[in-house]
């Protein structure tokens, strides 16, 4: 039987992941109000973000980052892709992403 939930980034009930993310509160959180819909959208979304900011997952700073992006992606108003994002094959020359400081 697939478990239903109210997604709170799509705003209607729709089957929910089959468990938590990861561990914590935050995965937690997830698990009881994301859709798997969404969850889906955020990883496409996850590599752009990934991509654009030049970020290394295993590095936790850039962890912190993409937490960031990922708590308000998925609960907040962020629907847009970065800043200054090109899409890949727009036919529009691109920058790259600014250098990070560390």
Same mark, same amino acid.
């Given at each position: 039987?697939?478990?239903?939930?109210?997604?709170?980034?799509?705003?209607?009930?729709?089957?929910?992941? &089959? #468990?938590?993310?990861?561990?914590?509160? @935050?995965?937690?959180?997830? =698990?009881?109000?994301? $859709?798997?819909?969404?969850? %889906?959208?955020?990883?496409?979304?996850?590599?752009?973000?990934?991509?654009?900011?030049?970020?290394?997952?295993?590095?936790?700073? &850039? #962890?912190?980052?993409?937490?960031?992006? @990922?708590?308000?992606?998925? =609960?907040?108003?962020? $629907?847009?892709?970065?800043? %200054?994002?090109?899409?890949?094959?727009?036919?529009?020359?691109?920058?790259?992403?600014?250098?990070?400081?560390?």
């Amino acid at each position: 039987m697939v478990r239903m939930v109210y997604c709170v980034k799509l705003k209607r009930e729709l089957p929910g992941l &089959d #468990r938590p993310p990861f561990p914590g509160s @935050l995965g937690e959180r997830i =698990f009881r109000e994301v $859709s798997r819909d969404a969850w %889906e959208m955020w990883r496409e979304y996850q590599t752009i973000v990934i991509n654009h900011y030049g970020l290394n997952p295993a590095d936790p700073e &850039d #962890r912190v980052i993409l937490r960031q992006h @990922l708590e308000a992606f998925l =609960f907040g108003d962020e $629907s847009s892709v970065p800043d %200054e994002w090109v899409p890949p094959g727009s036919g529009r020359p691109v920058k790259g992403s600014p250098a990070r400081k560390k």
